[in-house]
C-alpha cells in the first residue's frame, strides 16, 4: 500500500498521467503511419487535448504551492471532461456524417491552423465515417474515452486529500 500511495503523491501522479497522455498520442499516430488508421478532426482535436492535459500535468508536477497545483488540477479535471465529450460526440455523432467539415473539431483545428504547424501529427486524413474504425474490436474513440475517464479520475478532487495522507 506504500509504495501505491508513493506513486499517488502530488508530483508524481501527474508525471504519469502526462506520460499516459504522450503515450495516447504517440501510439495514435503509430497506428496512423504504420497501419492506416487515418485521423478525422475529432481524432486531431483529442490528440490535442491529450497534449493539452499532459502540458497542464507537467506544469502541476512542478507547480511549488498547494492551491497552484489544485488550479491546474481542475484545469486537467475540464479538460479531460472536454476530451470525454469529444469522444462520445465522435462515436454517437460524427462517426455517421460523411463530412466532418464546418464542425466544431473542424472549425477549432482550422482556427487555430496546427495542420500547418506539423502535419505529420496534426493533419487531417480521412471524413469521420470513414475514420471510425475499431482496434481489438473496441471503437478507437473507446479506448480514448477510457484514458480521459481515467484522467478525469485522477484529477482535481483528490489533490487536498492526498496531501493530507501523504504528510
Not at 491529450?50 to 479535471?77: D, E, K, Q, S, Y
Not at 471524413?127 to 480514448?144: D, I, N, Q, R, Y
Request: charged share 10%; proline share 5%.
Amino acid at each position: 500500500m506504500g509504495r501505491l500511495m508513493h506513486l499517488m503523491s502530488p508530483r508524481r501522479l501527474p508525471l504519469l498521467m502526462a506520460g499516459a497522455c504522450v503515450l495516447a498520442v504517440a501510439a495514435a499516430v503509430a497506428l496512423q503511419h504504420v497501419f492506416d488508421y487515418r485521423p478525422c478532426p475529432w481524432c486531431i482535436l483529442q490528440r490535442m487535448i491529450f497534449l493539452a492535459i499532459a502540458l497542464v500535468c507537467i506544469g502541476t508536477a512542478l507547480a511549488p504551492w498547494r492551491r497552484v497545483r489544485i488550479g491546474l488540477n481542475v484545469a486537467t479535471l475540464l479538460l479531460a471532461v472536454l476530451g470525454i465529450s469529444a469522444a462520445v460526440y465522435q462515436h454517437e455523432v460524427a462517426a455517421k456524417m460523411y463530412s466532418c467539415n464546418l464542425t466544431l473539431a473542424d472549425t477549432v483545428l482550422g482556427a487555430l491552423g496546427v495542420e500547418s504547424l506539423w502535419p505529420a501529427l496534426f493533419q487531417v486524413t480521412a471524413t469521420c465515417a470513414e475514420a471510425s474504425v475499431k482496434l481489438l474490436g473496441v471503437p478507437f474513440e473507446f479506448w480514448s474515452l477510457a484514458l480521459f475517464a481515467l484522467l478525469a479520475g485522477c484529477g482535481a478532487p483528490h489533490e487536498a486529500g492526498r496531501e493530507q495522507v501523504l504528510a
